[in-house]
């Protein structure tokens, strides 16, 4: 069995924003709901599941005023002899969205879920019951796991476009079935305001959905909320997060272009100049919005390793907050580099404990690919590689330590996923073609973007030894999603042979690229 499937998924999805009014209300909360009482309150933005494991999920909900989150869990879709959990208060402080952790969950099952949203000072005012469903993480082997990537969701002033069937490649990814769906940053494009026109080349015009808080860049924290609440203005995006958990990360344009802490902005569109507070408003905002395992810790991190049973774990990497400024990256030591050193040696550390078979390191930049920063006018690399072909400097000297870690410590299974440039591309990364050759053999797939500009092909640096295996990219700067160039990838590992899949696909679900690779290697 490579992969299970689950029937009842598909029709719980039909009514994945609505559901029976025949809702037994939880004890605590009254004895019946009172649907027909006004001012009820009202989630419609849906609902969302994130970093699910085996045990374990957690359930995200926003509300258009107070009220009391109630989560219900069943095996059936019938939710006969519900589980209940009592979820937080949810109010202005929040921008009335909520969380719900739960725990001791089945694995390997698909649950069925609703979130009842209750007036805090009468229980039973209730709104409408939202429904959603999501498959734990298997502890079985055999059962196998697929999951999707990509990143980089309305960018360029590409917005929902109502004519354009607004974010389309939601449905594709949904078509496959996935366990889960890995973003790989740039969730939001709070630095690009968004108008309700765009002149396309051929003389038709790209309509987009437009709201206050996207018609400049986000600076304030309503600003930021408001880019995030966009995004589910879109229907399929509702549809897909009620049917596919997510494993989120972030990546610049949660608060600015190429941005790193310390950085003054010389932005003449903004009148909040300081990055560290925009990134500490957008932090907050990104929190609020996403179902994310870490951001509720003292530290509030976004780095984290989600465990998905035997097969795999998931690396998810933090490129931004850590990292040194952005420059030429021509220094021959650099102990801070692109993640930090805490973040380096957690990395580290998780990796060498981990007993998956397959380790992916969801990388919110790639690692061969020269990304420039030139908006101060001087040459500065964004990501990186920085151009030079020769021996590792600045940044990449933190990636050869963790490549030569890996290697050494005979840490098998490692694949790095990313997203970030706007095209799709798989390199393969060989010592014999590198300048630094003390590692073992890697991929690293690109994929992206989901909804936003598609731009050229960015060059290779040799210093690792990438082949750029396969390619599509267009030849042009900034094309917009009705000229082609949006793209996601799939992963699916077999649950018995061990083997992983990687297919690079269009928006439309078509495979472009596929490549499969062989567990129990330390080098592919």
């Known amino acids: 069995m490579s ?3 689950f029937p009842g998924r598909r029709s719980v999805l039909r009514g994945s924003l609505a559901a029976s009014a025949a809702l037994t209300l939880p004890a605590a909360l009254g004895s019946a709901p009172a649907f027909a009482l006004s001012g009820r309150p009202r989630a419609g933005w849906g609902v969302q599941t994130g970093d699910v494991t085996c045990d374990s999920g957690l359930v995200w909900v926003r509300s258009d005023r107070p009220a009391r989150m109630v989560v219900e869990t069943s095996a059936t879709e019938s939710f006969r002899n519900p589980r209940r959990w009592h979820g937080p208060l949810l109010g202005a402080d929040t921008d009335f969205t909520g969380t719900t952790r739960l725990r001791g969950l089945p694995s390997g099952e698909q649950i069925h879920y609703r979130v009842l949203l209750a007036d805090p000072d009468d229980p039973r ?4 019951p939202v429904t959603g469903t999501f498959r734990t993480a298997s502890a079985r082997r055999r059962d196998g796991v697929r999951f999707v990537w990509s990143g980089d969701l309305a960018g360029q002033g590409w917005g929902i476009n109502p004519d354009f069937g607004g974010y389309r490649i939601y449905n594709a990814m949904a078509a496959l079935d996935p366990d889960f769906f890995l973003c790989s940053g740039d969730n939001i494009y709070a630095d690009g305001p968004i108008s309700a026109s765009v002149a396309l080349p051929d003389g038709s015009t790209w309509r987009n959905i437009t709201t206050e808080e996207k018609s400049k860049v986000a600076e304030t924290l309503a600003e930021f909320r408001g880019n995030f609440r966009y995004n589910l203005l879109d229907d399929n ?9 997510s494993i989120i990360q972030w990546d610049d344009h949660e608060v600015t272009n190429n941005w790193y802490p310390g950085e003054i902005l010389a932005d003449a ?6 990055v560290d507070v925009l990134a500490s408003r957008a932090r907050q905002a990104f929190s609020e919005y996403f179902p994310i395992s870490t951001l509720r810790r003292p530290d509030g991190r976004v780095y984290r390793v989600v465990n998905h049973g035997p097969l ?8 931004r907050t850590y990292r040194n400024a952005n420059s030429p990256d021509e220094q021959p030591t650099d102990a801070q580099g692109i993640l930090g050193a805490e973040q380096l040696r957690w990395l580290k550390r998780e990796l060498a404990r981990s007993r998956a078979v397959w380790k992916v390191i969801a990388s919110d930049m790639p690692l061969g690919l020269v990304v420039p920063d030139t908006g101060d006018g001087k040459p500065n690399v964004e990501a990186v590689a920085q151009g030079d072909p020769g021996a590792p400097l600045g940044r990449e000297l933190q990636i050869a330590e963790l490549l030569r870690f890996i290697k050494h410590r005979g840490i098998t299974g490692t694949v790095w996923l990313t997203a970030d440039v706007h095209y799709t591309s798989a390199q393969h990364y060989q010592p014999s073609r590198a300048a630094f050759t003390d590692f073992e053999p890697f991929w690293e797939f690109v994929s992206g973007p989901l909804n936003a500009g598609a731009f050229p092909a960015n060059t290779l640096d040799n210093t690792f030894g990438p082949d750029r295996v396969f390619i599509k990219a267009p030849t042009t700067a900034n094309v917009s ?9 799939e992963v699916d590992i077999d649950g018995d042979s061990g083997e992983l899949t990687v297919r690079l696909r269009e928006s439309d679900g078509t495979v472009l690229f596929t490549q499969v690779l062989q567990p129990g290697r330390v080098g592919q």
């Open 269 to 274: 569109r903004y009148t909040e100049k300081n």
């Open 237 to 245: 995006l509702k549809r897909f997060n009620a049917q596919v958990p």
């Open 3 to 5: 992969h299970r499937s």
């Open 312 to 319: 795999l774990d998931v690396f998810v990497l933090d490129m």
């Open 481 to 489: 999603p009705a000229g082609g160039y949006q793209f996601f990838g």
């Open 125 to 128: 005012r209730t709104g409408e």
